[in-house]
């Protein structure tokens, strides 16, 4: 099988616009198959501000009205993603900007009103790889934000590590699929006040400890259950790091293990 | 050659949620091969004037700061895009929304300041249509916003009308390619006043005529001026008219002719 790396870039790299295009250049320069999955940063929450309309959270996650399905529909399929493309387009990397709604690749459910309403939120459903296929076969390179449909006209906002984890765990039925996760950090740390308190591999057994213990809590729990869920769906390797973990002689960074 | 359609659907469509929805019934319907492009309507200056940023217009074209780059990026790319293309998903039509800078698709150049500095503003340069026709062999249905690319970072924001007449002439070397804009009115005019007025048929010696005695004026000059350099360029069929124009039995609208 080929080789097939899924990098999801986190909001606080996009937010700093140098970060963000040594990044781009790192993410261009590497070889083989790849699909770049982005996030949305804080624009979103500052494009709502300026507009008087009131942003929301629960758990990390964005309470999504109607007007503020409308701004990051805006920020992440149109600002972030087309900036992203145009950005590593003149870096010779032949990049393909999507939403989940394009060629029906990532079909969602709204999210079911329980205890929390949480609007046009999506939950994945399906990914239809025919068309991710067809772009990589033929050299392009698939850029998605985590804006998703439901297949009867409404477009969700969903969570992009999950974009990320879904789509390595359906790209793995073809590909040899790694998943990375790249953040403003080296990894999942020990003390999160000190970078350099990368701890080196995590197995789900270490992970159930660090969740009781505290070290591992509120953004980094999803994250790695998405990792965890990801080993136990054929994703060969995952992988949790800064920009650098791009890089081939990268050492620094968090590996998750299946076992 | 097989057949294709390249349709352009103006901004009054798009401003008005019932006739764009009855459009994108007629255009998901359409049989053969088919193109998109929209334009971006009154959202971008709604937008815009939320935010407190100045629309400034020269002869129909934005002038395109910084920021109403940003704007325009959000809306046309973003917005109204993945909302068409969701729309269209949901009709059983397999869309991709695509900006110029997707897959290099359309190269733009920044339009050099003379008399007037338009800012942001792109004119097309190259079409590359190798991803487009991969799309159209898979039966993919590209829809295009009118924002494109220089290579060299900078998105660009370009007439919509243009964006479709330059497709449509670089596609027409591998396909029989039919150019329609779809606007509120059934056609050209010979009163602006009477919808009713449809003139049904303009060649290029009555198209200099109707210009000369004001029938045709304002934004309608440069939509002509493609429509007969498309004509010159190898495109089979180029029609005017509103969204009953995609039908096959439809009898009211504009048709150019080369000679």
């Given at each position: 099988m080929k080789k097939l790396s899924i990098i999801k870039i986190g909001g606080n790299l996009i937010d700093n616009e140098s970060l963000l295009n040594n990044f781009l250049n790192d993410f261009a320069q590497m070889d083989g198959l790849k699909i770049l999955v982005h996030g949305g940063g804080k624009l979103a929450t500052q494009l709502a501000d300026k507009l008087g309309i009131k942003t929301e959270m629960h758990q990390g996650r964005r309470i999504t009205s109607s007007e503020n399905r409308d701004v990051v529909t805006m920020v992440y399929a149109g600002l972030i993603n087309k900036k992203m493309v145009a950005n590593l387009q003149a870096k010779n990397c032949n990049a393909v900007g999507l939403s989940g709604a394009d060629a029906n690749c990532i079909l969602s459910q709204k999210r079911p009103v329980k205890s929390i309403d949480y609007g046009w939120v999506g939950d994945v459903e399906q990914i239809n790889i025919s068309f991710i296929k067809l772009m990589l076969e033929n050299e392009f390179?698939?850029?998605?934000?985590?804006?998703?449909?439901?297949?009867?006209?409404?477009?969700?906002?969903?969570?992009?590590?999950?974009?990320?984890?879904?789509?390595?765990?359906?790209?793995?039925?073809?590909?040899?699929?790694?998943?990375?996760?790249?953040?403003?950090?080296?990894?999942?740390?020990?003390?999160?006040?000190?970078?350099?308190?990368?701890?080196?591999?995590?197995?789900?057994?270490?992970?159930?400890?660090?969740?009781?213990?505290?070290?591992?809590?509120?953004?980094?729990?999803?994250?790695?259950?998405?990792?965890?869920?990801?080993?136990?769906?054929?994703?060969?390797?995952?992988?949790?790091?800064?920009?650098?973990?791009l890089k081939e002689d990268s050492e620094l960074f968090t590996s998750l293990i299946r076992k």
């Open positions: 390179v698939p850029v998605f934000c985590a804006i998703t449909h439901d297949g009867k006209r409404n477009l969700l906002n969903t969570n992009a590590d999950t974009v990320a984890a879904e789509l390595a765990m359906a790209m793995s039925k073809d590909f040899d699929t790694k998943l990375i996760y790249s953040l403003d950090k080296k990894g999942v740390l020990a003390d999160v006040n000190d970078n350099n308190s990368t701890i080196k591999s995590i197995n789900l057994e270490q992970y159930q400890a660090l969740k009781l213990n505290g070290t591992i809590n509120k953004g980094m729990l999803p994250k790695l259950e998405n990792c965890f869920r990801a080993l136990a769906n054929n994703v060969s390797i995952v992988r949790i790091g800064d920009g650098d973990v």
